[in-house]
C-alpha cells in the first residue's frame, strides 16, 4: 500500500479529529451520516452545518478522505476495483452490446434527445432488472430514483416486470422514489443518497431528468454561469457516489436546438462540455418509425462509437425484430 497514514480507527463521523458527539450530531442532522458524505462535502458545508471552524472543517474532511482510502491509487489497485463493475441490461442486447454490456457501475451514464426518445422507458427497464439476478443481467440490488419531472408510472414498471416474469409488488417496493421540486433539492437528495444506497442495498441510481430543474430556474438569466456551477457540483456528488459505491449513476438529459450548427444534427444536450465530462457513457436516443428507437454511442473512452436499433413496447425495451 502506497499511503502509510491511513487512520484505520475512523469508523465514524463521530470520530473524525475535531468533531465532538455534539458536533457529530449536528452534522447527523444535517444528513452528513456517512464518512463518504464528509468526504465529498466542502469546509464551508460543514461550516454551516455543524458550526466546525474552518480548520476543523478541512482537517475532518481530510480524515475522512484518508479514513476511506481516497486520493491516488495504483493502476494495480484500479485494475482489481475495475473487475467489480457490474453491469445493468437494457433489455435489449443490441443495445447492451453498445456500451459494452450494459449499464455500468462505478460511473455515469448519460441518455438525452428529444421528448419521447425513450429516456424515461430506459430508467424503467434498468429499474427493475437491476433487480436480476446477475446471471440474468441484473445486480441483485435496488433502485434509487429521483424524480424531477413527475414522470415516474408504477404501472410501466408492473408491465416490465410482469413480462420478466418478476413479482411486480416485490420489485415496487424495491424501487425507492424521491421527487425532487427545485435545483437544490434534487442535489441535497444526490447528497443523502449515499447513505440509503448501503441501508438498502441499491445498485442503481436514476436521475429523470438531470437538467430540467436546472434550466427552468435559471432560464433568462444573463449568465449561465451559476447554474453550471451548480450543475457541476451536482454532478461530482453522482460521481462520486458511482465510485465509492460501486452503483451505476443513469441520467438523462433533454436537448436543445443549435442555431449555430448549419450542417449534420443541430441538438445538443443541456449542460454540454460539464455534463459531458462527467459522464463516461453518453447515449444519444432518437425516433425511428413507429415504437423504434436509435441509439447512438457518444465519444465513450473505451468503445468505438456506433449505433443500434431498439424497440420500445407494452413490455419495455426490447431488440428490433425486424432489422430495416
Ligand atoms: P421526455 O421526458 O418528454 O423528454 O421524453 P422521454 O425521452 O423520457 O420519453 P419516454 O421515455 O417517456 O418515451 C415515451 C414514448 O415511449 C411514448 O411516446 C411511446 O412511444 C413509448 N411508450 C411508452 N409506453 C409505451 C407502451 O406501453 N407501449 C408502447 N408500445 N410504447 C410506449
Ligand atoms: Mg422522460
Redesign the pocket.
Known sequence: MAKTEIPTDIKEVSDLPGVGTQAAEKLNTAGYKTLESIAIASPAELMEAAGLGEITATKAIKAARDSLDMGFESADKLAEKRKLIGKITTGSKALDELIGGGVESQSITEVY????????????ETAVTVQLPVEKGGLNGNCLWIDS?N?FRPE?II?VAEYLKLDSQKVLKNIFVARAYNADHQSILAEKASELVKEKNIKLVIV??LTSQFRAEFIGRGTLSDRQQKLNKHLRVLAKLAEMSNVAVLV?N?VMDRPDILFGDPTAPIGGNIVGHAAKTRLY?R?SKE?KRIAKLVDSPSLPDGECIYT???NGVEDAKDKE
Open positions: 434527445g428529444k421528448f419521447g426518445s425513450s429516456k424515461t422507458q430506459l430508467c424503467f419531472e414522470s410501466r408491465q429523470d431528468s438523462t433533454q436516443l425516433k415504437s420500445i413496447t407494452e
